[in-house]
């Protein structure tokens, strides 16, 4: 909670679980479309109860979204915490370079050896290298590292450094299923998306910082109980006040009619998968295997927030203006149309993590984010988590790096 508090400067003022010092910006929405209240007061009707501050800690309730935008922008870690920091004497920043190994003198970390505009560069260190590649990179950098399942290196003709056989398992996501309705009156912001009202917005984006373009994606999140007894939420659903499909390229394209979609996931989904190289070649990509939904309660959790998300649109003054759910359509209905809706027709929720986790003496990492069986190797990112959190991973994985900055300078290293 310290770490939450101490990056963040959160407009609605100091709190339990707030803070005001931080360098990131937290803002909320001051425009409230009608079709987003609409949605408010239909989930109300079901029981759940509107907050204020969606991240206060009993968690349970529906608001207007917090996010990550100050002054009309985007508010990125590099911006917030990168950017104060530029003029250290200590900090060289390079970009454009893509790391392909660690090296080792014994198992002490020597560097990195990468690659930048086609030429291979080495980065030396006496010092500790951190690994902060994300949930999907990270794992795969240690294994080509010689840091992994020995045996599968091995038969891939890595040289073995250390036998850290849970590295690259473990692999936690959410998995999520975009339910799109159609309006039967001008209430989302369809419009102002597309034509001569997209090059205006886009105009009031670049000079004011202000109107839709500058606004969150989703404007209400809720979280929510699927069964009375639980003592904390287990779900998360989010709404946004626009509509889109794909185009024959695939493409995102906003839809010409009015209408929004939401979507959910079961908030500590437990299915776990792996991300394992193939091959000590760089150019060759590693096989990830998410297994979504593969374990019980991620499904019985899925159908109960699908069949809860069907009820809220039909709860007045939400039903009145919906002519269709476009999809994934009246024609899911049981438990194994709604399962395999998400498995065929879902997305992940980009929120990758646990693939090189701390927790347990068996973890890969120990308590303070260090390598074990390895001298000067930390890794500080998504992969960290030893199991999903209960909310989106930005934030979360901010505070991780916050908490490992502290780790750091207090030279906890061996
Ligand atoms: C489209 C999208 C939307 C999202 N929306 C939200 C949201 O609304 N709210 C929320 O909370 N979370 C959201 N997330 C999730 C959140 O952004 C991630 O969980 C978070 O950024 C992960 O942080 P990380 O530091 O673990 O990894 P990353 O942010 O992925 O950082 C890893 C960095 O390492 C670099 N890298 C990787 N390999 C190498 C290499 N070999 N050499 C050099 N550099 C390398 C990558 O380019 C990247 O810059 C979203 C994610 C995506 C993709």
Redesign the pocket.
Known sequence: LRSFQAIENHELGPGDSRGVDGPLHITISPDHLEISDRFVSAAGLLGVRRVSDLNHPDQEGIAYAPRTIYKGRRES?ARAFLRPARGRPNLQIETG????RILFEERRTRGVS?VRNGNRVKFETSGEVIV????L??PV?LQRSGIGPAAHLKTLGVEVIYDSPRIGQNLLEHRLLMMHYRLNRPLSVNCELLGLRLIKNGLRYVFGQSGPLAAG??DVGAFIKTRADLDRPDVEILMAPYGYSFDENDQPIVLREHSFHMFGYPLRSRSQGSILIKSADTTIPARIRPNYLSNAYDRDVTVAMFQFMRRLVAQSPLAEVISEEIAPGAAVETDEDIIAAFRTRGHSG????GTVSMGGPDAPLDEQLRVRGIDGLRVV???VMPTMVS?????P?MAI?WRAAELIRQGCNR
């Open positions: 870690a370079v893509t790391v392909e990468a902060s590649a994300g949930a990179a990270s950098l994606s989703y980009y929120h990758a993590c990112d998504g992969s909310a989106n991973t930005n934030g994985i790096g």
